[in-house]
């Protein structure tokens, strides 16, 4: 999820950007669900959807960009 979210995108979630989301844990997610102010964790991830977009999201991470290269979804 989040590493579709530009710069800009956090900031305006109220989250740290994080460029490389190769390491990004559950945990970690939780933590950038509370720092947005989010309680619920369905509401956190619809509102990175309404911002997602998968040239970033490729950019921020491999397994990602291996998934969309790999699949149906690239042919």
Same mark, same amino acid.
């Given at each position: 999820y989040i590493a579709g979210l530009s710069e800009n995108d956090c900031e305006k979630?109220?989250?740290e950007y994080q460029p490389d989301t190769e390491e990004i844990s559950k945990g970690n997610f939780k933590y950038l669900q509370r720092e947005s102010g989010y309680n619920s964790e369905i509401d956190?991830? $619809?509102e990175i959807l309404k911002h997602f977009d998968i040239k970033?999201? %490729? $950019? /921020? /991470?491999?397994?990602f960009r291996y998934f969309? %290269? /790999?699949t149906v979804y690239n042919k």
């Open positions: 979630l109220g989250i956190f991830r $619809q970033t999201a %490729k $950019q /921020n /991470n491999d397994s969309v %290269k /790999n």
